[in-house]
């Protein structure tokens, strides 16, 4: 990079929100923290001068920020803005979020984009019903880092002890809440007071100014420990290559990384990173960056899988539980299907459990009703539609929130607090799309320390048409012809001379008189087509839309193929 | 990654996600210089391709270098270009002696809006930054325009985490702003990076250059002795001239611009 821009090239960059009720003063603060910074384009003041002129409105600093005529005229800001302000320290993104209960889902919108959060909270009011609800926000935003500012000091009489009282209060909310706050400053932007410089009026204040109080807010780096998590957005073909590409939401990518692409398990190699330029051509990419990644193998990848590495996977799972916020005019409700939307990935969802429905501004539960309603927040169990890999919040942000799309528009978001990985899949049959998982030549032994009956996982690889499988183990012996009827994938194979023969899914089977073993190695106990349809039948009654089970335990014998062995490890 | 890395990795990501999930695609492309770096930043995306055609609303008054320009451009980097005009308006004399602001809606604004329609394009990606003007300040990255191209500017959708608007009724389209994040200077310093090639308008000569392209009649020419990137940008970390000074539309009334932007205009 040229010399020239080096010092600007290292310069940090922190973006920040200011939040709280409307009215408390988050524009204004702003629009003076511009002013007396010098940091306005010549005339902008005077255009505001003009405007007030004018309309005979009086003369406001938030005009600044509140740029539309609707905003100017009602004094409030409707949508949030974000604009770039630099100290001698570093440079900063300073996003104006609105107060108004009503435009809730615009302050998200910008504090979606913040690293840390200022709480501007007026000093005569005190906390107020938004001051709550954004902190809330802020805190299911995953944003760790707050500060407050204690504004319209001038109101009262520039008391510390009024001061004091509402850092107190901001304090005791926030920690409730999970959130630390970092530094609090009081100030008067109306006046400009505390805002660049120190002010006699507050002169028992030996804390920061505002100015001061930005540059000192930490900016967290990205960890080069965190698990690499590449979503796939798309994958091209425009020329005989096929690239994978996406952006680094975690982690970092290299040339010849061992990678599983979630959901599936499909393993490979990182072959390289594509460029148009040459200058461009790196072997390794970090976290943020949109990268083109060429690997080993020519797999049919789709976007929303997520690639990882193979030793830290995100879960895959169907079902889950998240913290939700309902930005939707209309309620969010419970059996209702919406369009969930995480990281890149998409999935049909149903929310099947509403519980701990709260207000989002006193923190006090409500009363459930199946739904959740405008600027509402509860706790939910989501049941998708087709399986997605995913990852707690707590572990990777950027695969552990998703929203929810109400109609056409964004009306929800939420953060995954618990999932159950599904088990792996190790080993199983494949035919174009067709899949099916098995653990048929898995050895099982009964653990004598332990008393559980455990296998000895070994990496099977996939069986595709035509390959042979290994009939006899240590633990279990298959006759030569047989059907292997997988039930949670819906799916026979069709064993025939020790070769797979076909794979079908039950709605084509039919029964040929060869035995039926299920997917763990055990005799399925089905003699006839009509047992078949029997068992079908019984399975659609208990099977619901979004698992497949097994069939009762009265079908099955356990001891026809298998013997289990008895062991002290696991590598006997 | 320093600052400019992560505002073009940004912008890479949110071409694709236009590419992947919008329909019909078309960049509104004016040659100047945050079109340029648009141009660049598909290259880069596309791994070199230009997956979607280049859309010139000429208005017939722009300054006769930027055609020059616009053509070479295209033919360099071999661009599937349209240019299109309001050409009914144009031969019933409309220009900015009708008022700057009815000149602006018939020519760049109506314009666009029928070559929207023309093609029937579902994402048409515009270059507008946050740092330009007030109602620029407001955008979303993937904002919404309706059957009759207007922008609800109050009532926006919300977005967050990367998660864009791409569900939208027939008829509808959205305009992609990959650049709203970056500000003027951060264009000047990726230029500067990246080697890109600008069209001489930008550089002085006789004392005097233009800060922002536009028609002719209407764009006005600053003082300055910057005849390269680096004076350029020197020259804009010690101004404090707002970039759209020169742009006769902006200052016709407080809220031209909004306006002008409801209806359709880029
Ligand atoms: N007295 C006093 N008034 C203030 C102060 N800061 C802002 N205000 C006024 O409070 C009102 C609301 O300010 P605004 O910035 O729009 O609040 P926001 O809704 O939080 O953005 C405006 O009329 C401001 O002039 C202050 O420090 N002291
Ligand atoms: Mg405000």
Excluded at chain 1, 326 to 348: C, F, H, I, Q, V
Excluded at chain 2, 110 to 131: P, Q, S, W
Aim: net charge negative; hydrophobic share 40%; with cysteine.
């Amino acid at each position: 990079m040229n010399n020239q821009n080096k010092s600007f090239q290292t310069r940090e960059k922190l973006k920040l929100v200011f939040t709280g009720h409307v009215d408390h003063g988050k524009s204004t603060v702003i629009g003076r923290l511009l002013l007396d910074s010098g940091a306005l384009p010549q005339g902008a003041v005077d255009k505001i001068r003009r405007v007030s002129a004018e309309t005979g409105r009086p003369f406001e600093l938030a005009y600044l920020l509140d740029a539309f005529e609707e905003e100017q005229a009602q004094g409030i800001t409707i949508d949030t803005t974000q604009l770039q302000f630099k100290t001698a320290f570093r440079d900063y993104v300073i996003i104006d979020a609105p107060g108004h209960k009503e435009f809730l889902k615009n302050m998200i919108s910008g504090a979606s984009d913040a690293e840390a959060a200022f709480l501007v909270v007026d000093a005569e009011r005190g906390l107020e019903e938004q001051s709550k609800r954004h902190a809330h926000m802020l805190a299911l935003l995953g944003l760790q880092q707050s500060a407050l500012i204690v504004n319209k000091m001038d109101l009262v009489g520039f008391s510390q002890q009024v001061y004091q009282q509402t850092v107190e209060a901001a304090r005791y909310f926030l920690s409730s809440l999970g959130l630390k706050l970092s530094v609090a400053v009081p100030l008067s932007a109306l006046m400009g007071l505390n805002v660049t410089v120190k002010a006699p009026e507050l002169s028992w204040h030996d804390g920061p100014t505002l100015l001061e109080a930005l540059d000192s807010l930490k900016k967290s780096g990205h960890s080069h420990e965190a698990p690499l998590r590449l979503p796939i957005q798309d994958v091209f073909k425009f020329d005989d290559r096929r690239v994978l590409v996406g952006r680094v939401e975690s982690g970092q990518i290299a040339v010849s990384d061992s990678i599983v692409i979630s959901p599936g398990g499909k393993t490979a190699q990182v072959v390289s990173l594509a460029s148009w330029l040459p200058r461009d051509q790196k072997t390794k990419a970090e976290t943020g960056e949109s990268v083109a990644v060429i690997i080993s193998e020519d797999f049919f990848n789709r976007r929303g899988e997520i690639v990882s590495r193979i030793e830290r996977a995100p879960k895959t799972v169907n079902r889950f539980r998240a913290s939700i916020f309902w930005m939707g005019r209309r309620p969010l409700k419970a059996e209702r299907r919406y369009k969930l939307k995480l990281s890149t990935a998409e999935s049909e969802c149903e929310i099947v459990k509403l519980f701990n429905l709260i207000d989002s501004s006193t923190l006090k539960p409500l009363q459930a009703q199946g739904e959740v309603g405008f600027n509402e927040v509860a706790e939910v169990e989501i049941s998708l539609q087709k399986e997605l890999a995913l990852d707690l919040f707590s572990q990777c942000q950027a695969t552990g929130r998703f929203v929810l799309v109400d109609d056409l528009d964004v009306a929800g978001g939420g953060i995954v607090t618990w999932a159950e990985d599904k088990p792996q899949v190790k080993a199983g049959f494949v035919h174009g799309e067709l899949k099916a998982r098995c653990e048929l030549f898995q050895e099982y032994f009964y653990d004598l320390d332990r008393m559980t009956f455990n296998k000895i996982e070994s990496s099977v690889p996939f069986y595709a048409v035509g390959d042979p499988v290994p009939l006899s183990g240590e633990s279990y012996l298959y006759p030569e012809f047989f059907d292997i009827v997988i039930f949670r994938d819906q799916i026979v194979v069709k064993i025939r001379d020790g070769l797979v023969g076909a794979l079908s899914p039950f709605s084509e089977y039919r029964y040929e008189g060869y035995p039926l073993v299920n997917g763990r190695g055990f005799a399925v106990k089905v003699n006839s087509e009509d047992d078949w349809l029997k068992l079908n039948n019984e399975l659609l009654l208990i099977n619901n839309r979004e698992r497949a089970v097994g069939p009762d335990e009265k079908w099955l014998d356990f001891n026809v193929y298998r013997r289990i062995r008895l062991g002290r490890d696991r590598h006997l | 990654m320093n600052h400019l890395q992560a505002l073009e990795a940004y912008s890479i990501f949110i071409l694709r996600e236009a590419y992947k999930k919008l329909g019909r695609l078309g960049l509104l492309w004016s040659i100047g210089k945050d079109s340029t770096v648009l141009l660049w930043l598909t290259k880069k995306a596309f791994l070199g391709h230009c997956p979607f055609p280049f859309v010139h609303v000429d208005t017939s008054y722009k300054i006769p270098e930027m055609i020059i320009h616009r053509d070479k451009v295209a033919k360099e980097m071999d661009l599937e270009l349209i240019v299109h005009q309001n050409v009914l308006a144009l031969e019933s004399g409309m220009g900015p002696d009708k008022g700057r602001l009815i000149c602006c809606k018939a020519l760049k604004t109506d314009a666009l809006n029928e070559v929207t329609k023309k093609y029937g394009f579902d994402g048409l990606i515009v270059g507008v930054r946050r740092d330009e003007e007030g109602s620029r300040s407001k955008e979303r990255i993937f904002s919404e325009r309706n059957q009759d191209d207007e922008w609800d500017y109050a009532n926006q959708p919300p977005e967050l985490w990367g998660q864009f608007k791409t569900e939208f009724p027939r008829g509808h389209h959205i305009r992609v702003h990959p650049l709203l994040q970056w500000s003027e200077i951060d264009i000047w310093r990726y230029v500067e990076n990246e080697g890109i090639e600008l069209i001489d308008l930008y550089f002085a000569k006789n004392g005097q250059r233009y800060r922002s392209l536009g028609c002719a009649p209407c764009t006005g020419k600053i003082e300055s002795q910057a005849t390269s990137v680096s004076q350029i940008i020197n020259e804009l970390e010690n101004t404090s001239v707002s970039e759209r000074a020169g742009r006769a539309q902006d200052q016709e009334d407080a809220y031209a611009m909004q306006k002008l932007r409801r209806d359709g205009y880029m």
